[in-house]
Every structure is written in C-alpha cells, then in structure tokens.
C-alpha cells in the first residue's frame, strides 16, 4: 500500500466544502468522495430553492393587501404554478453550478463513489481501500420518510423532489409542521394550492414560547386547514390519497414529507470505529472539536445532527478540517445559537431558550406587533418578541420572534448576546424611526423594568411617548 494520505473528506456537501478549504491550506494530500450528486444539500434542495418559492407565493400574496393600499385590479393576477417552478429550477441550477464549481478543478483528488470505513484510519472507496491519517465524515442527511410511503410513488414528495416537479396539486397535504414544513404549505398555499397540513404536536416551527405559537398557529390556518396533535395515515382511495388525523380526512393529489431529516450514516462503517454508538447508531462527537472520541475521525454538519444549518454546517466543516491534520486539536467556541424560519411572520431564535434557563434569576419582555406603527403601514401587524434576560444583571439571554422581518432583529440580538450586552446596552443605541426595531425597543425597555440594575440616569432609561404611531 502507498504511503498514507493526511486526510479523507467522505461528503461535498457544505461542511465537507468547508473542511476542503481548510485542508488545502495544509496539504496536498488528500481525497474528497461523494456519493451521488455533487453540489450541496442548500443550494440543491434546501434553503435557496425553497426561499426562491417563498418570494413568488409572498409576492403573489400581497395582492390580497392593495385594496387597502388603495391599488386596484388584484383580482386578475394569476400564478402560474409550471413557471413559478421553471424560475425555481433555474435560480437552483445557478446556485449548484457555484457549489460544483469548487470542486471542478481537483482532479483526482476528487472522487465520485461510495466510501466505507474499515477503521479510523482507512476508508474503502468502491473495492479500493485507502490508509489516512484522519478521516473528516460530512455526509449530510436526507428527508425523513416511512417506507411504506413509497408505495405511492411519485406522488408521494419530500424536499429533494418537490422542485423537479413539473407542476403541484391543487390538493397537496404536508406532513409535518416544523421550520421545514410550515415554510412550504405557507407557500404554497399563497400560491393557490388547497393545502392541509398535519403535526403530530401541538406547536408549530419550533416555537416554545405558547403565546406565540397560538398567533402563528392562528394566522396559519386562515391560509390553510392545520391539524395538530395526532399522528397521520395514508391510504389510496378513489380520486386521491385519503390522509387522516384522529377523526380528521382529507383526500389530496400530492403529499409531501416534512418530517425532519436522518442523516445519512448506513453503510458507512461507522461500527469499525470501536466506539459507543447511540441507538441512531451514532458515536459521541465533541462540539468544540468535531472529534469522534481520541479517534484521528471528525464527524461535521448534518451527519451529526447537532444543528442542521448552514452557518453550523460551515462551522463544523473549518473545525474539522483545521483538527484533523492538527497534531492537537483546537477546541473552539461555538457561535451563539441562531435559527430563522422564512414564514409569515418570520420566526426567529437567538441564544438561550426558556425552558434552558434558570426561572429564580430570568426575566422577559414583551411587545406585540398589533399596534405597532411601522407594521402597520405596511399591514403586517402581527406576532410578537419575547426578549430573556438575567434578573439581576439584565444581561440578554435569548430570545424569541414571531414578528415581520424578523431575521434582520435576530441577528441584532446574537450579536448582543455573543457580545454579553445588557438590556440597557442596547436601549442606550439609537432607534430610528418609524421602524420594525421600534418593537425590539418596546420589549427591551419591557425587559429593563423588570431588572434589579435600575439605570434613571442615561438615555438607556429614556421612556416610551404612549403614542402608538410613534412607537
């Protein structure tokens, strides 16, 4: 056998990219494999195909707002579901071409091929067996969905197909009603399509927080039927595929898969490793390392279930990729937890949750939407922020949105938090008006009141006006 390789990256999707730019820094010895297409699981089939169908059902959406804006005509819009999926496609193809194009110039480093482990420090690549120093794993995941749910064939969609459909319904159920899910029967019930959605709980998005959960859970079912609270089954019938929920029954053309995502681990060899693997048949992996035991074998991204973002993903791959030619691992400190759902009102996450802190020393301010001026000038006056923080202190802790524009504000509050501001930090920056962050004010200064580091002496503990318009 030739002398070892330094290192095998086994998955091209975005942590497998990221460690590959790390990687080449260090050596020129080494492979990157994947098995099936190349490109990632975002720019193929996740967020950027899905947010190109978001903008067109937004878009096409408003319409129902301009008789109040006072603009007529709304009634003869159409949306042409064939070409909103055309453009979808089109947008997919340009953003898979830049993913492709990073590895188009490896040559034989790059390896089209299935990749099996036979220890932790040799890989298998279709009968050919390779020795390494380290082995980096980011083979991603895939939608979740029941085997016998394949009986229905093409009529049965998850996320890597939804796209390549040439067009959709107009009877679809959605099954699954998290970030992914409310996402796509949001869409595409703006887009026209019967839609009716089903959660086996009674929260939707990810949310915690019951208050907001209840609005959002509200809003969505003027759009759509939603069931929650039981499980789904499917069956054929006559005219469609019948989908019950406790004494609920609707027959539709089309039902796509929301249930989460599984990574995609079989076959993988994982059990050659000699360590503990939990009942998904996973091994314990470091955070701040991507480290798989003292093992010389770095697990990243999706395959670790850790947090299936992007951001995370590319994280993890730099981690991985920078430690495994390492003659001693880095241990790094994560990013605040940041998580943004693209419906309508956006939901968004930033740090610490509730349920995580501790009630004795957590206060949280509030401010709804309803009322508040910016918002509605442009008739999205709903949802709410709950803003955690320390009692005493009035350090930021977390926060929750189901709010308009809400990506834009969490990222605000990350920052905050990373950079362990206090409510009153924030209260002493400027807000401009009129707006959406005015609201983030009204749920800070909501916060301040409440904690034992009173500050009447500054700007921070400027007060509201009471007037609604200029809040």
């Given amino acids: 056998m030739s002398q070892p390789l330094d290192t095998i990256i086994i998955g091209a999707g975005t942590a497998g990219l990221a460690a590959l730019r790390e990687v080449r820094k260090r050596t020129d010895r080494y492979l990157i494999v994947n098995e099936g297409p190349w490109g990632t699981t975002c720019a193929r089939v996740g967020c950027m195909p899905s947010k190109a169908l978001i903008e067109a059902a937004n878009a096409f959406h408003r319409r129902h707002a301009f008789e109040e804006f006072g603009l007529r005509g709304a009634s003869a819009l159409t949306a042409d579901m064939p070409a909103v999926l055309q453009r979808v496609r089109a947008l997919r193809d340009d953003f898979v071409a830049g993913a492709v194009k990073a590895t188009s110039t490896l040559g034989k480093a790059a390896v089209s091929g299935r990749a099996t482990l036979l220890g932790p420090q040799r890989v298998d690549i279709d009968g050919t067996a390779y020795a390494t120093r380290s082995i980096i794993i980011a083979t991603g995941s895939r939608p979740s969905l029941p085997d016998e749910w394949l009986a229905f064939g093409d009529r049965m969609l998850t996320t890597d197909t939804l796209f390549e459909q040439p067009s959709l319904g107009p009877r679809i159920a959605v099954i699954g009603m998290g970030p992914i899910g409310v996402e796509i029967s949001q869409a595409l019930a703006r887009l026209g399509l019967q839609v009716a959605a089903f959660t086996t709980g009674d929260t939707v998005a990810g949310l915690s927080d019951p208050a907001l959960n209840a609005e959002l859970t ?5 759009e759509m ?21 406790g004494p609920n029954r609707v027959v ?26 939990d009942k998904r048949g996973l091994p314990s992996v470091n955070r701040q390392t991507q480290q798989i035991g003292d093992l010389p074998v770095f697990l990243a991204g999706d395959a670790n279930t850790h947090a299936p973002l992007l951001h995370e ?14 003659d001693t691992p880095t241990t790094f400190q994560r ?24 009630p004795d020393h957590t206060i949280t301010g509030s401010a709804s939407y309803a009322n508040q001026g ?17 009692r005493t202190t009035g350090q930021l802790q977390g926060a929750e949105l189901c709010a308009p524009h809400a990506e834009h504000m969490a990222h605000l509050l990350a920052l905050a938090i990373q950079q362990k501001l206090t409510v009153h930090a924030l209260l002493g920056m400027p807000f401009y008006h009129p707006t959406l962050e005015e609201g983030l004010r009204t749920a ?13 002496s500054d700007l921070a503990a400027c007060p509201a006006l009471g007037v609604p318009a200029l809040e």
């Fill in 313 to 326: 993903a590319a994280d993890e791959g730099h981690i991985a990729g920078m430690n495994a030619l390492a």
């Fill in 218 to 222: 509200a809003l969505l079912k003027k």
């Fill in 444 to 456: 800070l200064r909501d916060a301040a009141r409440q904690t034992a580091s009173a500050r009447p």
């Fill in 335 to 358: 990013r605040t937890p940041l998580g943004i759902v693209f419906c309508d009102p956006q939901i968004a996450t930033a740090g610490r949750r509730l349920a995580d802190l501790d």
């Fill in 252 to 277: 539709v053309d089309q039902v796509i898969a929301a249930m989460g995502r599984v990574p995609n681990i079989e076959h993988l060899g994982l059990e050659t490793l000699g360590v503990p693997l």
């Fill in 225 to 245: 039927v939603l069931y929650t609270g039981a499980p789904a089954e499917l069956r054929e019938v006559p005219g469609g595929i019948e989908v019950s929920s």
């Fill in 374 to 390: 910016r918002a509605r000038t442009a008739q999205l006056n709903h949802g709410g922020i709950r803003i955690h923080a320390h």
